[in-house]
């Protein structure tokens, strides 16, 4: 089997060095028999969906070329941006589009090169549940805390702030709604309400933290 190694660091990981990673791959690839066709280290200062797409980029290119048949690498993060439930497609993508492998030293389950391919679609299903699961209870204790703080600002008749911002309470949600009607554009709405065009626009559409 013929693999790229892929790792990855941030410049902010100073203790780490993607040498590290490689050497790991190297003695896996090794135990498997498999023959290292390319080594890709990187550096990024910014882990953003523009260099994510590159860092993709850069890793498929020997696999599009025909010249590797598997990717390996330290754990799925270091590939990607997006979480576990992302690898569905991804590795959809090199399964059936690339007729390649995908083997994770972190997430072994993850391993298209070496797993059981049943046993590996049960296993992501799982984790995609509990991910899933995760981030609706993320997402309720995140509505609760604002529904809090709001309920806090109101009493004192204030906005509740929220980050760098502030949160519309009703007075402001009925002002935006009433603007609206009148024809004002989302900019002119903002402007008169002293809120960014994105919360007036979700206050638009009954978005609220």
């Known amino acids: 089997m013929r693999v790229v190694l892929l790792a990855r660091v941030s410049r902010g990981e100073r203790s780490q060095d993607p040498e590290s990673q490689l050497a790991a791959l190297r003695a896996a690839a090794q135990r498997q028999g498999w023959t290292v066709v390319k080594e890709i280290a990187l550096k990024l200062s910014a882990w953003d969906a523009k260099t994510a797409a590159e860092v993709r980029k850069q890793a498929l290119a020997p696999i599009e070329a025909g010249e590797a048949d598997t990717l390996a690498v330290w754990s799925w993060d270091r590939f990607s941006r997006e979480g576990i439930e992302g690898a569905f497609r991804e590795l959809r993508f090199l399964e059936d589009h690339l007729?390649?492998?995908?083997?994770?030293?972190?997430?072994?389950?993850?391993?298209?090169?070496?797993?059981?391919?049943?046993?590996?679609?049960?296993l992501l299903s799982i984790v995609a549940w509990a991910a899933r699961w995760e981030s609706e209870?993320?997402?309720?204790?995140?509505?609760?805390?604002?529904?809090?703080?709001?309920?806090?600002?109101?009493?004192?008749?204030?906005?509740?702030?929220?980050?760098?911002?502030?949160?519309?309470?009703?007075?402001?949600?009925?002002?935006?709604?009433?603007?609206?009607?009148?024809?004002?554009?989302?900019?002119?709405?903002?402007?008169?309400?002293?809120?960014?065009?994105?919360?007036?626009?979700?206050?638009?559409?009954?978005?609220?933290?």
């Open 137 to 209: 209870r993320k997402s309720d204790r995140l509505r609760a805390k604002a529904a809090f703080k709001r309920t806090v600002a109101a009493n004192g008749g204030g906005r509740a702030r929220w980050g760098r911002g502030s949160m519309p309470n009703a007075s402001d949600v009925d002002r935006i709604r009433a603007l609206r009607a009148e024809g004002r554009s989302v900019r002119r709405i903002a402007a008169a309400v002293g809120l960014p065009k994105s919360t007036v626009h979700d206050a638009l559409k009954g978005v609220r933290p």
């Open 99 to 122: 007729g390649a492998g995908f083997w994770s030293l972190q997430e072994p389950f993850l391993s298209t090169a070496t797993a059981d391919k049943q046993q590996r679609e049960l």
